[in-house]
């Protein structure tokens, strides 16, 4: 069961919730208005310190249970001044609010707490539910692109389900460079399971003071969701969120048609001294346009319906949802149904229990694997399937599969998932300043998977001579229990919250799988184990576990509301950690000016806000390939002796460990100003950051005649990254329209420190032909791409003669340019030639709301980066289909300087080099919005509160050089980084939504 | 002092209590699942035999039996050429014209591969006597 817990605790736990008593409460009520005396809707009304809270009704009316008459209320509405009013004893209030943008009295949620945003002395960034519901997709993670500054968003792919690629401020490390994700409570990987319209809010979280609560966990960043919780209201709020939508592929590639291919080929053969293929290339058409084969138009649609509501004992957040979607890609598919139930329970005056559950169901299908490469590469002149049903045969000049024969007999890959990730927590105030708090948190689910291939037979080279089933099924659990007591006490000009706190958590995972061939049937009914021939079954089970502890402090001060302090420390231990290292301590140190409030600035009227910042701290990642800490022993190195060539079990320590191993350590330096001008109608954020990693871990070449399988890891190396960060946002009222611009904008500069000693360089990005495309060096950036540098084309013999080259080239190829000045072309001439981290990331929003009717749109780009086009490269085992770019290529004395002479393969023209490297900046209409939200005088007679219909596109535009399907190209590993070897598209969406509250 | 407040204080004292609850070191400690480790190999007659098998098991290793050897013992010596498309195991193309450099990833595979069997080898010959009878 949980070690960690003990007996002793329990009893605590159990003799606090015994010890307190009910006491009397009091319920307040009053009005919410403008300042042109007209009712606010929805305002929230919190009791300070508490979550205990409100929403204003229709006619600006409120009324909260309190536990007495003299606590402190918080009036927050968004564009409004916020307000707190101190309760005296009585119980009605009527407040009016200004109309200003007002970020101040926001609460933000920070590392196991929340606080006024006016009192963050770190770099914490704030997203809005609403605007993360602007884009379609089923995956929140690829919804922020675009809305924060310093964080790049990337999506895996266009893959429904699929997720992004994440990285804050840079990419920190050689492993895991991806942020942890923290949803009500719960630490995880992914935040792919949450569904848009439960979000209440996210912040991500930037810098040390911000992130250093996370410890070994925070050096990549830290983002923090928070989903929608009930609220006490007379009334239950019921509402309806949902739309249809239409899929299309954003952009295809532009390939040759059959006639161009049939010419192209020809040329080749003639260079390379083979003999055409094709007598008459004009006799050819169009032929078949295999993307068009492949994609589809498809359809998208979420519907989401909640409960939210409460009185003074019981708060309620119900939410079913439902989202489906097919691929763009025939045959794939996401769909998702998710449950869930935040609720509160107010046991006693002080003592309040809940739960933020959430059950969820998935189901896909994944397209056949490798068919957006078959598509990309297979020759035009053959046709999908003729007449009598007979699939093309694509691999009569090339290895290609034909893909319209894929999707027949490849298309069975389905994946079945369920997982309840949540938490149950109890909260204790005690002796009026302490607060205690145990949250439970878990996150478990299981996967499967299966897979099934028929017998067919299209030709020779695309065939399966066995049906083939695979089954696999994985199972994690991962349970967090974390301990925290927090003291807050305000007296003179000081006040102050001291936190601490104990967490363990668990993690452990186990599959297994196996296959058989020969399966008695084909249909569906069939696709389990035992309708396979036992003598083909293979079989496999595997698992592992992790385990931390740790101890946290933090400490917030502030002396006449102007002077901030922050001080966190938090030591983490790790099973993951070598024996010799299992503890690290992490901290920071924060603090900041609020300008605003000194004496000197009262007498302007021109800054509302502004904030000075400076934090530094040590944050670990622990995202490192652990079992390097551990000797183990590979099994399965099988031996055959004999003449009866019997194969015997074998088995040997292969690897050197190392027991030192341990997390790498980041220190963050963070320089910030908060500005606020004209009431906060303007606002203004600027952050300079200084991020050093150490300690990064690094296969370490030793020398190879020591005979260890692979290079033990050491922690060696070092990364920096660098930048600036800006948020601007103007939010203003013009008679009866509302409107508000804002935009987003980050640099960021990465340089490899150093690779442990030695500083041998890091080769990767493995191509096609066994090159390499990446190179890692110190004073570089990580991952950059290193090959031949393209100065033009050896136009003729004199060309061949006068410049250097290798030797082998001949007219019409690359002539690369000679770096070294040696006289001739060698490996030795590669330099560096690009690389995929971008150098500027920014996005721009507009929007406005008059008379109902809202409209918006939102802009996201990058800059300063660069793409290979690995597949370009690929000229699989024959003459496959061509990028209409060739048809610009070389064929005769000056019809070309930059386009080579076609060949299929081999130095120069498809080494690694320029001739691949694109540039990767674009910049993408990411939504734009129309909406109508129906009068209340109208749907008020159908007892409805809200009803809004919208237009909206997703990726409608995306202006951008690659030739590629998509300028996202992204990979999670930071040394194989922006190569395309196929990918599957991204799609532009339309669709249709209605919103409804009753 | 009173009785309620001498309730809270003990209950607070309660609270901090927990938090004094040592971490025992070795609930951090995690096996590997599924796989030895040398603290409990080298055990038995059984992994004497096993650490053998794994040193003849590098003769069926790709490095010294497939691609990189092939080339640099056949190709190399012009007992064989380099066929098939150009594409295809591109640098055995290399070997076949006699432009690879220092840096090629053929000897170097195949010495690897050598190594490393001489790796178990030892391996095998340090901890097989030590195993108890």
Redesign the interface.
Known sequence: MI??I?L??VA?LW??LA?WSLQAQVTVKGKVTDDAHEPLIGVNILVKNSTAGTVSELDGTFELTVPNPYVTLVFTYVGYSGQEVALKGQTAIDVTMSYGSQLLNEVVVVGYGTQRKSDVTGSVASVKSEDIQKIATSSVTQALQGKVAGVQVTASSGRPGDGAVVRVRGVGTFNGAAPIYVVDGVILDNMDFLNSSDIESIEVLKDASAAAIYGTRGANGVIMVTTKKGRQSDKTHFSLNSYVGRQQVAQKIDLVNAREYAQLSNEAAMNIGTPKPFADPDALGEGTDWQDVIFRDAMIQNYNLSANGGNDKILFNLSADVFRQEGIVRSSYFNRYSFRANNEYRLTKDVKVGHNLMYQFTDNNNEPGGILFTAYTADPTVVARDSAGNFGNTSNRSNVSNPAAQLEYNDYNRGYAQQLIGNVFGEVY??RN?T?RSTFNFSMGNSRGKSFTPEFFVNDKQFNPESILSVSLNRSRDWQWE?T?TYTKAWDLHRVTVL???T?QARDF?NWGGSRRRLVGDAEEFYYLNAGDIETQTNF?????????SYLFRLNYAFKDRYLLTASFRRD???KFG?ER?FGNFMSVAAAWRVIEESFMRNQDFFTNLKLRLSWGVLGNDKIPY?AA??????N?????GTTEDL???????RL?NSFLQWEESNTTDIGIDIGVLNNRLTLEVDRYIRKTFEILLPVPIP??????GDPYVNAANLENRGWELTLNWRDRLGKVTYHIGGIGSYNQNEVLSLGTGNEAIIAGAV???GFSTRSEVGIPIGSFYGYQVEGIYQNQADLDNFPK?G?EKPGDLRFADTNGDGVI??DDRVFIGNALPDYIYGFNAGLEFAGLDLSVDFNGVTGNELYNAKKM?????VTNFETSFLDRWNGENTSNTEPRVT???YPN?AVSERFIEDGSFLRLRSVMLGYTLPESLIGKIKMERLRIYFSATNPITWSSYSGYSPEVTSESAIDNGIDRGIYPIAKVFTFGIQAGF | MTYRSITRYAILTLVLAVFSTACKQEWLEVKPQGELTTGNFFQEEDHAVWATNAVYSMLRDWNVHAFNYIGMTDIVSDDTDKGSLINDAIFLGDIDNFTLDAGHQSPAGIWNGYYQSIYRANVAIENIPNIPK
């Open positions: 070690k960690g003990t002793r605790t605590a003799l606090i010890a005690i002796l302490f205690f301990n007591l601490g706190g104990v363990s186990e089970n595997g698992a592992s576990q992790e385990k931390y502890y231990g790790s099973s024996s299992r079992t551990i000797p183990t022993v590979t099994g190195l099988n031996a055959v002796f015997l079990f074998g088995a040997t320590p292969t460990a190879d005649y020591v005979g260890s399988e096609s032909g066994g290798r082998d060698s490996t690929d000229r699989f085992f024959g299929n393969g081999g498809y």
